[in-house]
DNA sequence: CCTGTTAGTTGGTAATACCCACTACTTTAG
DNA sequence: CTAAAGTAGTGGGTATTACCAACTAACAGG
């Protein structure tokens, strides 16, 4: 009964729901998925644009138009290394922090119903389970 | 120790190694996230275009101009239903399907060390909790 | 200095995905 | 049985995403 790649199967699976999450979440402020990655990953660091590139896995210059288009929006900053004239940090602006904040409270609030199938144990198990996959 | 919404975080990290992954494997063979759907969805499946936008939650719009780059490429075949003279089938063709079936299995093979660090109890602990959440 | 490397941007291209308008077919009403 | 309303899919127009390759500016070592 048990296939050999079952686990794997709804790990895709739910995977793809969290997605659906994140894209409708994003979605519902005018955001792109990436977009709301950015804010996630400017909330408790402040990177040179190449390790911007690094933690979201694309190329300089997609993290450039990216970038672009956020300042645009008046959610980040760009401010010169002063360290090192060539590289630039990106910032969150405090319109950027508080759309942030937002965003994170309604992504916990729709990813909830997710796991509320589970009791408060197999919660913590799920947790700690797949805490350690990402050791 | 345990934040409340520690779980989320887990699950939302997880799920973004798990599309790196899959990205991974579809760059691999020249395809985007949503073609590699598209090829998983008509495994087992010969849906109308309509069905096809609703099982990806995307526009109709968006699944046609998909559909028309898949049989560019000879992947999949539309076939006009003979019940509806408006709408469209979508199947694999042979190439297409067995493209599918190699992609699967690439899947699986680039996953596996995702859940790897777990032993074969957690394992199916972990498939049997992640089932639980898509009920 | 001056050569080589690194950081970031720009330009060009392809794909993705949206909305809106349109055609063609089906269904329902009168 | 025909006219109106609805549905299926496509195509145009636009913005975004993401790539590569080429470029500019700035640092580093010799």
Do not use: W, Y
């Amino acid at each position: 009964m048990t296939e050999p790649d079952e686990v794997l199967d709804n790990l895709a699976q739910v995977s793809f729901a969290v997605m659906a999450v994140l894209s409708q979440v994003a979605a519902a402020h005018e955001l792109s998925l990436t977009q709301l990655r950015v804010l996630g990953i400017l909330r408790d660091r402040t990177p040179k644009m190449a390790e911007l590139a690094t933690h979201l896995g694309l190329d300089r210059s997609s993290v450039s138009g990216l970038v672009d288009r956020a300042v645009r929006r008046g959610l980040v900053a760009r401010e010169a290394s002063r360290d090192d004239g060539r590289s630039v940090r990106v910032s969150l602006t405090p319109s950027g922090g508080a759309l942030a904040r937002e965003l994170t409270a309604e992504v916990s609030r729709k990813m909830a119903p997710l796991t509320s199938a589970l009791g408060t144990a197999d919660r913590n198990r799920l947790g700690v389970l797949l805490g350690r996959m990402l050791a």
